[in-house]
């Protein structure tokens, strides 16, 4: 008789048990819960709400509703930092939330925190928002930036590298994100300038000559229109260079006019480098057969540096086609040839021209200085 009714009590008593552990457990953790508005006071549908415990590490990621509500059981107690964010970006936080075994409620107000915030710079709600809305601007900008430099510096790489193509689509693709940058634009230019040589077929070479041209023109015009740019200190070196680039691009399309003129605009806007911009409307006449422009060319090199021993040399080459045959049948030069091309070899006795600057000398029978490059003996 005892076993039958020990065996009952001991069922109750399991049963028992099994009801009231579930009890126990629901009062080890607490509830949190609250609405999101912006500071136009309307609901943060499908914003983050993060709540992070500052004593375990542990995060809770909540998801707000349509109405901007978020709600969950199960948080353990303790002290939270709350995170509320929106499509990755951090919209408020509050630190040191504390959480019990009952419900904690936390709403977010943006309007209310932006007059808080405003009360405490001295400043009202429009303009703290006008100087956030600014804030973030400069950050968004500042982003911008950072992944076009990166794309800059990937395209110089690939240039580096002779990888053209590769070099175009990450400028490209740095104009897709922002085509108000001239610098972006003017390395596209010179990316598609050296891809043009590469080219088999020859419409497509001077189809990357147009692009090219395209490119820089657009990199002046960004230049020329920005109020910042005029402030660079460089700005006229800068913008030298973009011509420079220009002019080279229809040198190379033998638009022989545009070339000199976008040159000439170079040697304007950086006299210290005028030397360099004039020689290379002397080279283009030169290659186009125009002997007198040339020279003129050359002389005026010559004027700008008069260190300049290429200028000598390339003026004396543009005046041996000025020679002219004599009755008696013998060559005679065109004044100042001998000179020119014995000032070259003063100046770089051995040079890269300098034997071809003692052939033309011996081809119109001058003679040919022989100290040049010697070291004189010591007196």
Known sequence: MRKYFILPLLL????????????????STGSVKGTCKDADGKPIPQAEVQWTSTDTGRTYNLKTNNKGEYFSLGISPGRYNVKLSKDGKELFHINGVSVELDETPLDFD????????????????EQLKAKQDALAKAETANKIVGTLNDKLNAARTAEAAKDYDTAIATLNEANQIDATRDPVWFELGNAYLGSAPKQTDSEEKQKRYEEAAAAYQKAIELRTASE???????NSATMAAYYNNLAQVYSKSNKVDDAVANYNKAAQLDPTHAGGYLFNIGAVLTNAGKVDEAIAAFDKVIAADPTKAAAYYW?????????????DGKVVAADGTAAAFQKYLELEP??????????????????????????????
């Open 315 to 327: 003026k004396g080459v543009n005046l041996i086609g000025k020679e002219t045959i004599g009755k």
């Open 350 to 379: 051995n040079g890269p021209f300098a034997q071809p600057a003692k052939d033309m000398l011996a081809s119109i029978g001058a003679s040919v200085e022989t100290g040049f490059g010697k070291k004189k003996p010591a007196k």
């Open 228 to 234: 910042t740019a005029q402030k660079d200190a460089n």
């Open 110 to 125: 943006l309007k209310k925190e932006q007059v808080k915030a405003a009360e405490g710079q001295g400043m009202t709600p």
């Open 12 to 27: 109750v008593f399991v049963l028992a048990l099994g009801r009231l552990a579930p009890l126990a457990r629901a009062q």
